[in-house]
């Protein structure tokens, strides 16, 4: 459906992106990630026509756009600021693309009317301004918006940061129902690694202007690529010397000379440990209850180990307690060293 080829971009002698390369499907969920200036938003704005690489190629449906004006990309746009007018009504706001295409009145009038409600937008709300809406409902006139057109392939530039977290989560779960009813390419830019987790299909992880892996959430979750990625999704817990010397004499499979590092929830407090398990001694230095599970920060061999535990209301473990922390070898993720550092 989309192919970036090689694209290199620059600013003047700065490469903001290094040969990237991506395969998009037709009807997928795709989400750049990556911290603030690694090249995402940059990407995207190559495929939308609003950069131009100085190689590479952006080709869509086997049509090499890469020079194609914006306007006829048939790619819709969500930003950021969501870039809606805030004077005009809901109704004109989503019309606007069609007008520009010179689309007839009442065509324009069904099809807004159409969206409208696709997106949970009342006839009331078409006639109030913009400015007259809330966060939430200002996103569902930009998604609408986006998508009145027709477009073959919508782009979305953190549509979600500048909303509250309660209301980010639950247009998010929105997001994803609209995506999946209308099937539409999207292609989805975010620094949250939660929502990138959640909303993808595959996501690809920048990393100052390359990609360090394309996945699926749980492949770039449990089976990170690269040390970037490893720390960069969700928390982990890096093992220190003296938990890797300890594992080595009890005869695991673990190479002392690489960076090793195993998530939270695959550590275990005080359960029988199985074949191929090893419990260590520890100490409960502090907890943070969350309800549904508990977070522990357990001293063992010299560093703290941070743990999460389901919640099951019986066994919660008291500061100063000691404790088995179990770990199962075949759960860690192991990295070489870069060519400047020493392992620990």
């Not at 690694?38 to 449906?61: A, M, Q, W």
């Not at 477009?151 to 129902?177: G, H, T, W």
């Not at 209308?182 to 390359?210: C, P």
């Amino acid at each position: 459906m989309i192919k970036l080829n090689d694209i290199v971009v620059k600013f003047g002698e700065f490469t903001a992106l290094h040969d990237i390369n991506v395969h998009v499907k037709e009807g997928e969920f795709f989400t750049f990630l990556g911290p603030s200036g690694c090249g995402k938003t940059t990407t995207l704005r190559t495929i939308t026509g609003f950069i131009e690489p100085v190689s590479g190629t952006v080709v869509v449906k086997d049509r090499d756009i890469t020079h194609v004006p914006i306007e006829d990309r048939n790619i819709g746009i969500v930003f950021q600021s969501y870039a809606l007018f805030p004077t005009m009504t809901v109704y004109d706001n989503i019309a606007f693309g069609l007008k520009i295409k010179k689309v007839k009145k009442a065509e324009i009038d069904r099809r807004v009317r159409e969206i409208a409600r696709k997106v949970d937008l009342s006839d009331e709300q078409l006639q109030k301004a913009v400015s007259q809406l809330s966060g939430g409902q200002q996103q569902r006139v930009a998604i609408a918006r986006a998508l009145v057109t027709g477009p073959a392939i919508i782009c979305m530039d953190e549509p979600l940061s500048n909303l509250d977290a309660k209301l980010r989560v639950q247009l998010r779960n929105e997001l994803k129902e609209m995506q999946k009813e209308f099937g539409i390419t999207t292609i989805y830019v975010t620094h949250d690694q939660e929502e990138a987790l959640t909303l993808s299909d595959r996501i690809a992880v920048f990393n100052k202007g390359y990609i360090e892996q394309i996945g699926t959430p749980n492949e770039v979750y449990n089976f990170s690529k690269t040390e970037f990625v490893c720390n960069f999704i969700g928390d982990i817990n890096r093992l220190g010397e003296g938990v890797v010397s300890a594992m080595i004499e009890a005869g695991a499979d673990v190479d002392a000379g690489k960076h090793n590092y195993i998530r939270l929830e695959r550590l275990h407090v005080n359960i029988p440990p199985a074949e191929g398990q090893l419990a260590l001694d520890g100490i409960v230095e502090s907890r943070e209850y969350y309800g549904l599970y508990i977070k522990y920060y357990i001293s063992v061999l010299g560093q703290t180990l941070k743990v999460i535990e389901k919640n099951d209301g019986v066994r919660i473990y008291e500061e100063g307690q000691a404790v088995k922390v179990v770990i199962d070898p075949r759960d860690i993720m192991a990295y070489e060293p870069g060519p400047d550092e020493v392992a620990q």
